[in-house]
């Protein structure tokens, strides 16, 4: 059965620092993988998603994501941190032939000022 | 393109009492899901469609949960009777019917907050 980990439960970083948000997944074979964010009292809006090609995908809002092969990861990086990013990052993996998402626990990230 | 509306937002009910929740997906497409999102939880499928036939309710606890989606379009999801565990978010998203990579990005809802007395 395919698996999510995100190892970071809360993660609080400054305004202009950078960020790595880490997940971790389970499957037997190459996987779609996602990252949604989470703001309070919304839905989840897709950031990025890696389905094959360049490993290095770029998302909206300035996030990018590298899949790592070697690694079963697919880290959310963003150079320098806006207030506004404060919220839940959830990454999802899904298994090709099957649609629905299997998602981790969520990182939530607080920006300091 | 107008996104997955979801309704009630909100709702507060003493348990044993029944509830229900109403989605639209976005116009087209084939496949809805619904998710439960329990408090500092990631979402978890309840119900798959696809079109109006259930694809995956394996997750589904049948004795008290339902959900059906007539004509392949809206969705409705209930509860009855609920218990206090069932307190969570309710996330409907819907995914197209495409040949490629796009047919697994989902879109979601604002979704149901439900809170159980």
């Known amino acids: 059965a395919q698996s999510v980990t995100q190892p970071d439960i809360h993660i609080t970083v400054s305004e202009g620092a950078s960020l790595e948000l880490r997940c971790n997944y389970s499957?037997?074979?190459?996987?779609?993988l996602f990252w949604y964010v989470q703001s309070p009292g919304q839905g989840l809006q897709l950031l990025l998603k890696?389905?094959?090609?360049?490993?290095l995908v770029q998302g909206i809002k300035g996030f990018e994501a590298e899949f790592k092969r070697s690694q079963s990861s697919f880290n959310l990086r963003k150079p320098s941190v806006h207030w506004s990013d404060a919220a839940e990052y959830f990454c999802?993996?899904?298994?090709?032939?099957?649609?629905?998402?299997?998602f981790g626990s969520g990182t939530r990230l607080q920006v300091q000022p | 393109e107008a996104g997955v509306a979801q309704s009630p937002r909100y709702k507060i009910i003493e348990k044993r009492q029944s509830v229900a929740f109403w989605c639209n997906p976005i116009?087209?497409?084939?496949?809805l899901y619904w998710y439960q999102q329990i408090l500092g939880q990631g979402p978890k499928l309840l119900i798959q469609?696809?079109?109006?036939?259930?694809?995956?309710d394996s997750q589904l606890p049948k004795d008290r949960f339902s959900a059906e989606r007539l004509k392949g379009v809206d969705s409705t999801l209930k509860i009855q009777p609920a218990k206090l565990e069932d307190s969570a978010v309710y996330l409907c998203?819907?995914?197209?019917?495409?040949?490629?990579?796009?047919?697994?990005?989902?879109?979601f809802g604002p979704g149901t907050r439900l809170t159980v007395t």
């Open positions: 998203a819907s995914s197209s019917q495409n040949r490629d990579g796009t047919a697994y990005e989902q879109y």
């Open positions: 499957y037997g074979a190459t996987p779609y």
């Open positions: 890696y389905f094959s090609g360049d490993t």
């Open positions: 999802a993996v899904v298994g090709t032939g099957r649609r629905a998402l299997t």
């Open positions: 116009s087209g497409h084939a496949t």
């Open positions: 469609f696809q079109n109006n036939g259930v694809v995956d």
